[in-house]
C-alpha cells in the first residue's frame, strides 16, 4: 500500500490549493477514502470522506463550503480543493484509505498566512 500526497505550500488566507494523492497496491475504486489533518500541538482531524463511488462525501463542519474532496477511480487519485483559506487551516493533510486517521505516506504541508 502507497499513498503519496503532493499539492501543499505556503498561502496567504484566501487563498486556494489542489492537493493530490496517488495511490498504489491496493483496489483504489471500492474503497472509501479522506483526507485528515494534523497541526502542530493538535491530534488528527479527518476533514473530508468520500464513499468508494464518489456518491456520499462528509465534510468535518469548519471546511464545509470552502474544501470540496474528488476521487477519481481511473487514476487512482485523490484530491482535495481548497478555497477560502483561513490560518487555521495550517496543518500536515494526509489521505486516509476509509474513515480514520491513521498516516501512511509523508503527507503534504500547508501553510496559510495572515
Known amino acids: 500500500v502507497q499513498l503519496v500526497e503532493s499539492g501543499g505550500g505556503l498561502v496567504q488566507a484566501g487563498g486556494s490549493l489542489r492537493l493530490s494523492c496517488a495511490a498504489s497496491?491496493?483496489?483504489?475504486?471500492?474503497?472509501?477514502m479522506s483526507w485528515a489533518r494534523q497541526a502542530p500541538g493538535n491530534g488528527p482531524e479527518r476533514v473530508a470522506t468520500i464513499n468508494s463511488a464518489g456518491a456520499e462525501i462528509y465534510y468535518v463542519d469548519s471546511v464545509k463550503g470552502r474544501f470540496a474532496i474528488a476521487k477519481d477511480n481511473a487514476k487512482n487519485t485523490l484530491y482535495l480543493q481548497m478555497d477560502s483559506l483561513k490560518p487555521e487551516d495550517t496543518a500536515l493533510y494526509y489521505c486516509v484509505i476509509g474513515w480514520g486517521t491513521g498516516r501512511v505516506g509523508q503527507g503534504t504541508q500547508v501553510t496559510v498566512s495572515s
Open positions: 497496491g491496493f483496489p483504489f475504486h471500492i474503497v472509501d
